[in-house]
């Protein structure tokens, strides 16, 4: 298929899309056209092609720099020098003429689709900026829900833990402070011991859960102190306790037993 743009009036073509021209020069291009259907035809194709391309340009505003080099590009070709141009005689009449200066028809296309891509970057970069701000608004929602979440959650464990402060039965523990964090939907607790007395080394501090649906205590485990009388564990009865009443703890023999025979030492009220 020929290209139109091969047409010897393509030049012209363009010129005449773009505006330029004195009135006579268009009136004339016209004719020819009226004449030339090839060259009618690519004028209506650069008329389109030009109306489609700003169509297709963002409504943004493009660097200003980027409309100096377009400028600058455009006038990039100078006129032939005068001294190169034969002098007119006295009686000729020389109409007023202007440098062909305007650049090929692809050439100011790839400095539109520039403008364009420009402006479209400008626009991306505006698009991610808003979207950047709201995801960063969405992280501060979720981070402050968490909080109100942990906190709410705080609150309900702190409603349904049970704390118990174990007293001493026999004079010797009177100094012995036991205390006793017990949380019943879990079935577990911890038990913290402070200035228990030592015990001798065939003997364990075993905790015991008082149950009412228990014929026995409910064996909870063996607790053992440091030098300084200190111990921080967590336990878990050996059976469902369905209500601790109390809490107790006994000396038994080493390793613990499954029904307490030793002395109560330390007894919740």
């Given at each position: 298929m020929k290209d139109p743009m091969s047409h010897h009036r393509a030049d012209a073509a363009l010129e005449w899309v773009q505006g330029y021209g004195t009135p006579e020069e268009r009136a004339a291009f016209e004719s020819e056209m009226a004449f030339d259907p090839e060259l009618s035809?690519?004028?209506?194709?650069?008329?389109?092609?030009?109306?489609?391309?700003a169509r297709s340009i963002p409504q943004v505003e493009p660097p200003?720099?980027?409309?100096?080099?377009?400028?600058?590009?455009?006038?990039?070709?100078?006129?032939?020098?005068?001294?190169?141009?034969?002098?007119?005689?006295?009686?000729?009449?020389?109409?007023?003429?202007?440098?062909?200066?305007?650049?090929?028809?692809?050439?100011?296309?790839?400095?539109?689709?520039?403008?364009?891509l420009a402006g479209g970057c400008v626009s991306l970069w505006k698009r991610q900026s808003a979207v950047e701000n709201q995801l960063a608004k969405a992280s501060e929602l979720?981070?402050?829900?968490?909080?109100?979440?942990?906190?709410?959650?705080?609150?309900?464990?702190?409603?349904?833990v049970e704390v118990e402060t174990l007293k001493a039965?026999?004079?010797?523990?009177?100094?012995?402070v036991a205390l006793v964090v017990w949380d019943a939907e879990k079935q577990e607790g911890v038990l913290k011991l402070e200035k228990m007395p030592p015990i001798?080394?065939?003997?364990?501090?075993?905790?015991?859960?008082?149950d009412p649906d228990h014929e026995n205590p409910v064996d909870a485990g063996v607790v053992r102190v440091d030098d300084d009388g200190f111990a921080?564990?967590?336990?878990k009865p050996v059976d469902e306790v369905t209500k601790a009443e109390k809490f107790a703890?006994?000396?038994?023999a080493r390793g613990g037993v499954p029904v307490g025979q030793g002395p109560i030492v330390l007894l919740s009220p």
């Open positions: 035809e690519l004028a209506g194709r650069l008329a389109e092609s030009a109306a489609l391309l200003e720099e980027l409309g100096g080099k377009l400028m600058d590009r455009l006038g990039e070709q100078e006129a032939p020098s005068p001294s190169l141009r034969p002098l007119p005689k006295a009686t000729e009449s020389v109409p007023p003429t202007r440098p062909k200066t305007v650049p090929k028809v692809r050439e100011i296309l790839a400095w539109a689709a520039a403008i364009a979720i981070d402050s829900l968490s909080a109100d979440l942990n906190q709410a959650r705080e609150s309900r464990d702190l409603a349904r039965t026999i004079d010797e523990y009177r100094e012995g001798p080394v065939d003997q364990d501090y075993q905790l015991w859960v008082v921080r564990v967590k336990f703890i006994s000396v038994e």
